[in-house]
């Protein structure tokens, strides 16, 4: 009898295998093959032609990028982008949260508007804020000169190198908030009635339900869409690409040491860098921001 | 009724079997076409003619994938490792030596069909610009000539010499620079293709030239910095930051600019954006410093090594098909006055000539051909090819420069230095 049930238990053990077995594969093929491919184009040279080639050269792609000032700037501009998106889009998006949690008359229809910068094509979104951004015809330069005064003059934000670091950041986090405010919605609508009830009668303040009640209940899924946005941001190629040709942050530095100057073992070591990189981040956050 | 049931699956499933089997030994080639016209209207005009070409040749198939010029080094290099690249590729004359280059263009395809639609009836400019070594690398398929559109209306109310010198170039761009109502001129410092081809002109008509007659890199030679010099004094009668073609139109569009550097496609682009404006606007295709200097391109079909024997000859088909008889000039009125043709049969023949567009232009049409004939481009001199351009174009380094030059406000020394030295990490 007892040998009955552990042939059970065995047989379901290779049922379970087989079970997962397809998704391993399609996990394998599409995640670690690449990952591998990637890491092993790193130490080579590549001969581009119609029978590709590979020269075995070593570290010596990892000392040249190191060495390399264009990569260290890049790696300063991926930094600043990412970590301001992530800041300026999680903020507005708490903010946002905030005021639509409140009951008001055609509350739905308005969340439904916050969702559209997140939920439209990238590419509609990005013509519009080309010509928003526009020197000559563009709202942004008119809002800044005409109305506000704050410059003498129009500026090409997504042409000129200093300035499509900031066009790019307003563009990601505008984009980007909804879905920090969706996030933080489902969980600020997940706080007790009681708790605001309780805090009311002891005469707190709204700054001071913020504090105490509403952020620390807040504070995991802040960190969460920090964790997420950074790794998103890091990587982020397309829309940034498609905004300006102008703002050589770490992606592009890969996309263009690949296309344009036909290295791809240079642009597998940036890639595996970044990788690397990322991963670290990812293991120090983890165990001591979220603390898992 | 079980066993009716699986009877009928069985049987259904080995028709479609035959079907698919069939279906597939009928369309037996499939080839990619990556054509260089993105615009819609002129993609139209290319899906009905590969339609046409389909109809008559049921054993074919082909797939259009249209690529911006400025994106085509990217994909050319992103499809070579994945063995993507098409059977039939519209490549610019620096893109025919990238391909080149890589030794990926199959000459004795191209060979044949210049063969077969009559190299003689060629003008000699197309033939010897993608001819190296003897070997024809690409089929040129239509040119055009880049120059100063400018509004002839203001200049003759301001009394001023059409924009065809250095000095009357710099004088009616501080004329009309006025903004934000009117600015000067609009000339390429994007890094992209486009600030190469305009400044290109300026170099050559101050006899700066790329290369040396040895093929080295001779960017920092004393012309070059003054033709650097002239056109960073340009740059101040621009809009603010680096522009384009597309600023350049719009802003021309939009009643605000004097002057803008573009190809012999503008008077197209008038007609479907601004046809109020033709009549007021002037064409310049000569520039004079030192000598009088022309840039024009000319676009070619080329056939890759890449593909099997039975594309390549579908392939042949296809160019054959669309570079003779009424699809040649319709091909080429798709762009009137903007695709120039390439054959002295063609530039002749009532058909092709007799375009509303091409009226408009009158004699011009014929001064602008003329043009095309002595046209010139960076590493197509001294009566030689120097194919290290292909490299060198698909690096922007040019506009990258200029655009860094408007950024940073480097000095014209300070560019020159920098071009000098990225083009010969890339030679080298």
């Known amino acids: ?65 190191l060495t390399d000032s264009g990569f260290w700037h890049s790696v300063y501009l991926t930094l600043v982008f990412t970590f301001s998106t992530t800041l300026i889009s999680t903020i507005i998006g708490f903010f946002a949260a905030l005021l639509l949690n409140n009951k008001f008359k055609g509350r739905f229809l308005v969340r439904g508007i916050v969702l559209f910068p997140y939920a439209a094509p990238v590419i509609s979104l990005v013509f519009a804020w080309r010509y928003i951004f526009h020197p000559v015809f563009g709202q942004f330069n008119y809002l800044l000169t005409s109305v506000l005064g704050v410059i003498p003059e129009p500026i090409a934000w997504l042409e000129m190198p200093r300035y499509a670091l900031i066009a790019v950041i307003v563009f990601n986090s505008w984009r ?83 296309f344009s100057q036909f290295n791809q073992g240079m642009a597998a070591t940036i890639t595996t860098s970044m990788f690397l990189m990322l991963l670290g981040f990812i293991i120090l956050y983890i165990k001591k921001v979220l603390k898992w | 009724m079980l066993k009716k049931l699986n009877l009928k699956f069985v049987f259904v499933v080995t028709l479609l079997l035959v079907l698919s089997f069939t279906i597939n030994s009928v369309q037996a080639v499939e ?66 030596l990238l391909m080149s280059n890589f030794d990926l263009l199959d000459v004795d395809v191209a060979t044949d069909i210049l063969n077969n639609i009559g190299i003689d009836d060629y003008f000699s400019g197309p033939i010897d610009m993608t001819t190296l070594n003897g070997n024809h690398l690409a089929v040129p398929m239509h040119g055009w000539v880049q120059g100063i559109w400018y509004r002839q209306d203001w200049f003759d109310e301001a009394g001023l010499d059409a924009p065809e010198t250095w000095d ?34 300026f170099a050559f008509s101050n006899n700066a030239y790329l290369f040396d007659e040895d093929g080295n890199i001779n960017f920092d030679s004393p012309e070059m910095l003054e033709t650097v010099e002239f056109y960073k004094e340009l740059v101040n009668f621009a809009p603010p930051g680096p522009q384009d073609h597309r600023d350049g139109r719009s ?178």
Do not use: C
């Open chain 1, 1 to 65: 009898m007892l040998k009955k049930i552990i042939n059970l238990f065995e047989k379901e053990k290779y049922l379970g295998w087989f079970l997962i077995f397809p998704s391993m594969l399609i996990i394998a093929g599409l995640i670690f093959y690449p990952v591998l491919y990637n890491f092993y184009l790193s130490f080579h040279e590549v001969i581009i032609g119609i029978e590709m080639s590979y020269v075995f050269v070593g570290l010596s792609n990892y000392i040249d990028l």
């Open chain 2, 168 to 201: 009357s170039i710099a004088e009616a761009a501080e004329y009309f620079y006025n903004p934000p109502e009117s600015y000067g001129i609009v000339t390429g410092t994007k890094a992209d293709h486009y600030a190469r081809q305009s400044f290109n002109q």
């Open chain 2, 31 to 96: 080839i990619t076409f990556w054509s260089g016209e993105t615009e819609e209207q002129r993609q139209a005009v290319i899906r009905e003619m590969v339609s046409d070409f389909e109809a008559e040749n049921p054993d074919i198939s082909v797939e259009i994938v249209p690529i911006h010029e400025s994106n085509l080094p990217d994909q050319i290099m992103a499809a070579i490792p994945a063995q993507q690249l098409p059977d039939v590729i519209e490549l610019g004359l620096e893109h025919v």
């Open chain 2, 251 to 428: 802003l021309y569009m939009a009643d605000q600019l004097a002057m803008v550097v573009y190809s012999s496609f503008f008077m197209g682009t008038l007609e479907s954006g601004a046809p109020e404006l033709i009549e007021h606007t002037g064409f310049a295709p000569r520039m004079v410093k030192e000598s009088e200097a022309v840039y024009g391109q000319f676009q070619s079909l080329g056939v890759p090594v890449t593909s099997s024997d039975e594309e390549k000859e579908a392939a042949q088909k296809l160019i054959e098909f669309m570079l003779t008889g009424d699809n040649y000039i319709d091909y080429l009125h798709m762009a009137p006055a903007g695709m120039l043709p390439v054959r002295e049969s063609v530039a002749n023949n009532p058909d092709y000539r007799d375009h509303e567009i091409l009226n408009l232009f009158g004699e011009q049409h014929d001064d602008i051909l003329a043009a095309l004939e002595v046209a010139n481009a960076f590493g197509f001199e001294h009566g030689q090819i120097f194919p290290q351009i292909g490299d060198i174009s698909a690096q922007f380094v040019i506009g990258t420069a200029f655009a860094e030059m408007i950024d940073q406000d480097l000095s014209p020394e300070e560019v020159v230095e920098r071009i000098q030295n990225r083009m010969m990490d890339i030679v080298d």
């Open chain 1, 176 to 258: 980007m908030f909804p879905f920090a405010f969706l996030m933080l919605i489902a969980r600020l609508q997940a706080i007790p009635q009681d708790h605001y009830d309780a805090a009311k009668v002891d005469g707190a303040t709204f700054w001071q339900r913020l504090r105490y009640i509403i952020l620390p209940q807040m504070m995991f899924v802040i960190a969460t869409i920090f964790l997420l946005r950074g790794i998103w941001n890091i990587y982020k190629f397309g829309e940034i690409w498609l905004l300006t040709r102008h703002l050589n942050v770490l992606s592009v530095y890969a996309y263009r040491t690949a």
